[in-house]
């Protein structure tokens, strides 16, 4: 089935309607949003297998992978409704007056609240969890603001089909429609539409590079600039130190090669780099590594277009002297799959031509081999920003590389000690974003509660008669979250 392209008149009364939703929003209570987002929740838990189904045959990911992705889908809109209910991702702050203070201290209170519609795109390798009804959408209606998804064009009928089911939400539970709005657009420009429009204050993407800075690009030419969260890819290396690889370089090749091949190599968090110092250890690991890959089947990729450019990407990196094929999967793959491939370097020849630390989205893996210290650091000075990095290491190893680690803690959001980066925990204390060009904003995570922040900004009432205030900042505090009041956290009131 084919979706028309939203027309500009479309999206601009979907963005009118988005505007007065959000100053509805403002009149109702967080306990009546978190309502909605529980009520959401349940909805999407209770779809039928049409559901799954229809996403398994759009985006060829399996059965498992997708009824999984959904019971995370669900449980982040619960775990995002739960930190509205708590008020945490409120920070409301009180500081009482001091009339008696020289010169006088006012009575200040300060909360967070919504930045107004928020632009999300779908993602393709997460149709649901990073999708329509993905976190971004979960975390800006949570922040108390619309939605505007643009349908990713490689699963239209599985965004269509969650989106009917969030439309459907609403009415049922009596919110205005524009609280959640869906479009499809297929060009470059439709996207620059939606990010260009004076209703939009927020943006929230994940993807390439190219489209992710394209956008921020956008909203910073605007006459008022907005905030753009685009996480836009990383190869999420691997430093393998000597000790820990001594100790059994079979395992961490298993290791390694399990996390780099999980779901076609189509992860953000996909080990795209291993880095090591060479010598027997690494040999054995490679060995182990070319061992194992070569009864990897080739699998259907996300959709045609990825893999076109997992293809033209490798080759990119294969064409370049110094770089040779260490070991594949014995099957080459039809058109529309990946085949699982490892290549080695050495570091000289990394360190000498910076697209050999580009992304290359799918199971491709680059090996690189350092002669000594020296070469080890001048590796991770060269890494840009990336979403983890990961230590297989031993205690001893970390004492021994403190300077190295000391870098790697510059370049990225989630910094691993053993096991590998594929799998990101919906939780408070996950970091999902990274520098540049992991992300557009490194102080951000799109993972875990602390995801609403970002389409959160602060208000400051000043010597307000209790009973104008809002409930979040009234002394009797009849929400019973968590606010710092004269700098103690207490859920009392005052």
């Not at 230590?391 to 870098?407: F, P, S």
Request: aromatic letters at 8%.
């Amino acid at each position: 089935m084919t979706y028309p392209e939203t027309s500009a008149v479309e999206v601009d009364e979907k963005l009118v309607a988005a505007q007065e939703a959000y100053q509805y929003m403002k009149k109702r209570s967080i306990k009546d949003r978190v309502k909605l987002m529980q009520a959401i929740a349940q909805a999407i838990e209770s779809a039928g297998p049409e559901l799954v189904k229809t996403a398994m045959e759009e985006s060829f990911l399996p059965e498992a992978r997708l009824t999984g992705e959904k019971a995370r889908t669900v449980f982040q809109w619960r775990s995002y409704a739960a930190a509205l209910e708590n008020g945490a991702c409120l920070a409301v702050r009180i500081d009482t007056a001091v009339p008696d203070k020289t010169p006088p201290k006012p009575d200040l209170r300060k909360m967070m609240i919504g930045l107004g519609p928020v632009a999300v795109f779908g993602a393709s390798n997460f149709p649901f969890a990073f999708s329509t009804a993905g976190g971004d959408t979960a975390s800006a209606i949570a922040a108390g603001c619309p939605v505007i998804l643009k349908a990713h064009p490689g699963h239209p009928r599985t965004s269509t089909m969650m989106a009917d089911i969030i439309a459907r939400t609403l009415m049922e539970e009596n919110w205005p429609s524009g609280v959640f709005s869906h479009i499809y657009g297929y060009s470059n420009e439709s996207g620059a539409y939606l990010v260009n429009h004076p209703n939009v204050k927020a943006v929230a993407f994940t993807g390439s590079y190219q489209g992710g800075k394209a956008l921020f690009d956008l909203a910073n030419r605007r006459p008022e600039p907005i905030p753009v969260f685009s996480e836009m890819g990383s190869i999420n290396p691997v430093f393998a130190l000597p000790n820990k690889l001594n100790s059994d370089p079979e395992g961490a090749a298993s290791q390694y090669l399990a996390s780099l091949t999980l779901g076609v190599g189509q992860f953000c968090t996909n080990p795209g780099v291993l880095i090591a110092y060479q010598g027997e250890a690494l040999l054995r690991f490679k060995e182990a590594l070319a061992t194992a890959i070569s009864d990897i089947a080739p699998a259907n990729m996300l959709h045609q277009g990825i893999a076109k450019a997992f293809s033209t990407n490798k080759e990119k990196m294969l064409a370049q002297q110094g770089v040779a094929v260490l070991a594949t999967a014995k099957e080459v793959g039809q058109e529309g799959q990946g085949a699982a491939i490892v290549a080695q370097v050495d570091a000289d020849t990394l360190l000498a031509h910076d697209h050999l630390l580009e992304e290359v989205f799918g199971p491709f893996g680059l090996i690189v081999a350092c002669k000594d210290r020296q070469d080890l650091l001048a590796v991770a000075q060269k890494l840009k920003g990336q979403l983890t990095i990961t230590l297989t290491a031993d205690e001893g190893d970390v004492t021994d590389h403190v300077d190295l680690v000391n870098i790697l803690q510059d370049k990225c959001g989630r910094l691993l000690f053993n096991g590998m980066p594929t799998g990101v925990e919906v939780c408070t204390a996950m970091q999902h974003g990274g520098p540049f060009p992991a992300t557009t904003d490194s102080r951000f995570t799109s993972v875990g509660s602390d995801a609403i922040k970002r389409f959160l900004r602060p208000l400051c009432f000043q010597n307000w008669p209790d009973r104008l205030l809002p409930d979040e900042l009234k002394d009797s505090n009849p929400l019973g979250i968590y606010r710092m009041v004269n700098d103690v956290l207490t859920r009392d009131g005052i």
